[in-house]
C-alpha cells in the first residue's frame, strides 16, 4: 500500500480558490492512477478527478469541469487539485486516492474544504 496525505483545505469564501495537494509515500507513485474524491455531510463519496500515470488521461466530474484542475509532479510524488471559482456546494472533505487494477485501494485521511453560502 501507499500512504497518502492531503492538505491545503480551508475556508473560502465562493467564487475564491484553493490549491489541494496530495503526498505519497512510495517511490513508485508513477506508476498509477491517482484520483480526487469528496464526501460532503450526509452525502456519499463522489468522484471528482483523476489523472494518468504520466499526466495524461484527465478526467473530471461534470460538476467540476472548467473550475478545477487536477495535475502530478512526479519527481515529488504529488498530486494536485486547484479549485478555482468555488461554489458552497463545493463544501466537503476531500480525499485523495491511488488507483490499482482499476479500482482505488488507497486512501488519504482528508482535507476539509468549507465554502460558505
Known amino acids: 500500500q501507499v500512504q497518502l496525505v492531503e492538505s491545503g483545505g480551508g475556508l473560502v469564501q465562493a467564487g475564491g480558490s484553493l490549491r489541494l495537494s496530495c503526498a505519497a509515500s512510495?517511490?513508485?507513485?508513477?506508476?498509477?492512477?491517482m484520483g480526487w474524491f469528496r464526501q460532503a455531510p450526509g452525502k456519499e463519496r463522489e468522484f471528482v478527478a483523476a489523472i494518468g500515470p504520466s499526466g495524461g488521461s484527465i478526467d473530471y466530474a461534470d460538476s467540476v469541469k472548467g473550475r478545477f484542475t487536477i495535475s502530478r509532479d512526479n519527481a515529488k510524488n504529488m498530486v494536485y487539485l486547484q479549485m478555482n471559482s468555488l461554489k458552497p456546494e463545493d463544501t466537503a472533505v476531500y480525499y485523495c486516492?491511488?488507483?490499482?487494477?482499476?479500482?482505488?485501494?488507497?486512501w488519504g485521511q482528508g482535507t476539509q474544504v468549507t465554502v460558505p453560502s
Open positions: 512510495r517511490r513508485t507513485f508513477s506508476n498509477y492512477d
Open positions: 486516492a491511488r488507483s490499482r487494477g482499476g479500482r482505488y485501494d488507497s
